[in-house]
């Protein structure tokens, strides 16, 4: 593969690696465009500006964004968790393709603004529903987008290195699904749902049983 070609391309993509031009993020599909297997108006958040840049590097004419991957978002957005309803499963620092959330097992989790790319991928594994997008205050000219995608490209290079480091079952992530599983069924989803929420309710039951336990032993003492 021609490394420099791919290197090139790589830089002008956005780095959100939300996977919606079909490739497990920015680097994939520009493997994918210097080998003639995909096409230049495959991403969303790159929008026109992006196919310019890639029809210059590789000397073809542009052409209009192909609105089946998505449409761009009018403006920067980052996710936010409503830590309020948050069960601590999880499943969205799994999901988040540049480590922009922090938290741990069974305690709320925290949305890192900064470093968020706004990719969305956390949002549909959330089972509590508690991640909105939210409008960003973030610079959006050139060379802030530039920076902003320099830092994504090596945090989610760092996370892919981590992962590789894991064991093979403990590497799932919404990219590999994209690239290697089918998509899971309506309601495979739906019972992971109810089971995440049953096991959050018999927490915050095991919770109230132990205050209530605490107050009858105040009262008696
Ligand atoms: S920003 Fe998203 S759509 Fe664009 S190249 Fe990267 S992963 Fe693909
Ligand atoms: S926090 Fe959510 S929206 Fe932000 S980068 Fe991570 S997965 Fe994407
Ligand atoms: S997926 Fe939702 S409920 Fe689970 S830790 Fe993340 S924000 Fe909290």
Known sequence: MNQSLIDRIDAVLPQTQCGQCGFSGCRPYA???AAGRADIDQCPPGDQAGIQKIAQLLGVPAKPL????GLPKPYPVVALIDENLCIGCTFCIRACPVDAIVGAAKQMHTVIAAECTGCEL?????????ISLVPATKKTDDAAKKQAADIARSRHQFRQQRLERLKPADRETPQTKITQQPAPTQQSAEMRKQTIVAAALKRAAAVRAQQTSGQSANKTA
């Open 31 to 33: 493997e994918a465009i």
């Open 66 to 69: 192909n609105t089946a991957h």
């Open 122 to 130: 956390c949002i549909a594994p959330c089972p509590m529903d508690c």
